[in-house]
């Protein structure tokens, strides 16, 4: 594949860029945090989402040193909103999506820990997301890094919860603080009066969350009754179009 020949110059020419989309919380409306998301600006393709070239990185390894750059750049803009006092009392959390190589990089827990110490962001401001399928391939080996960072205090999200072979009881053997139930639970919703079974159903994940003592976020939100049946679900926080679009680090204090 062409693009991937060029992901090695990209990287070191800084073609690549961070977008945020907002984590809103449920119970007022307030701005919880943010989800890291990487763009790729090339040259001639234009503006590349995450889908066009994570895949290529992934294979190449290259997506260890892109990982690493995400999240230094984003730790360090969380940093900056923090003594902006963007949150209000309450600090910021900033998502950021770890690829499954990424998860077994023996370097993980020493360089997320350096930069969080090289910035000064507390433990629990950071939260890693990973995908489920990811998550429930991983054996215990490589569950240990998570496990010592979520010790530590880092949040640790089951990204897109629900669309992998979803084993319920798996849950009590993996490091996760937070699901992120998967856009398709909020399409679900989105008909007015919303589908009872949909209902149901996420309802039932949530009170099996909160009875793990897991937070539920929401992805993919895109209107006010979604956002309604979802808040009298309990669900803790949620993100989606609805709320804002990914957008540059300036926007983010707009989004309240
Ligand atoms: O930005 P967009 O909404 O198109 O994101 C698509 C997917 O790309 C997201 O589900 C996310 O998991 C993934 N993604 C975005 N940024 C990163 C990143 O920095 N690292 C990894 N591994 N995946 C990312
Ligand atoms: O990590 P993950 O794949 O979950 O990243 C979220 C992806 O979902 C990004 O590609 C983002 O652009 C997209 N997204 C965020 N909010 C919405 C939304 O409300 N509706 C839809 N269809 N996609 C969304
Ligand atoms: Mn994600
Ligand atoms: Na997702």
Redesign the pocket.
């Known amino acids: 594949h062409h693009l991937t020949h060029h992901l090695p110059a990209a990287l070191k020419g800084s073609e690549f860029f961070i977008e945020y989309q907002p984590l809103i919380r449920m119970e007022d409306g307030s701005l919880e945090g943010a989800e890291?998301?990487?763009r790729w600006s090339h040259p001639r393709h234009g503006v590349l989402?995450?889908?066009r070239f994570?895949p290529l990185a992934e294979h190449t390894g290259l997506?260890v040193p892109l990982?690493r750059w995400?999240l230094r750049e984003s730790v360090r803009q969380a940093c900056e909103w923090q003594v902006q006092g963007i949150g209000g009392s309450r600090p910021l959390r900033l998502n950021v999506?770890?690829?499954p190589r990424q998860l077994n990089h023996p370097d993980l827990v020493e360089e997320t820990v350096s930069v969080l110490d090289e910035f000064g962001l507390p433990p629990g401001s950071l939260c890693l997301e990973i995908t489920e399928s990811a998550m429930v391939r991983a054996d215990d080996h490589e569950l240990k890094p998570l496990r010592q960072l979520a010790d530590l205090g880092v949040g640790i999200a089951l990204?897109d919860f629900g669309t992998g072979y979803s084993n319920l009881a798996s849950l009590r053997r993996l490091p996760v603080t937070t699901l992120k139930l998967d856009r398709s639970f909020s399409e679900g919703l989105q008909q007015h009066p919303a589908d009872p079974v949909d209902m149901k159903i996420v309802e039932g994940i949530v009170s099996l969350a909160h009875a793990l003592e897991l937070s539920v976020t929401v992805e993919g939100v895109e209107t006010c009754n979604q956002a309604e049946r979802l808040r009298e679900l309990g669900c803790d926080s949620a993100q989606g179009w609805y709320y804002a679009r990914?957008g540059p680090p300036e926007r983010l204090p707009e989004a309240v």
Request: proline share 13%; aromatic share 0%.
């Open positions: 890291a998301l990487v989402g995450p889908d994570i997506i990982g995400v999506n770890l690829s990204d990914p």
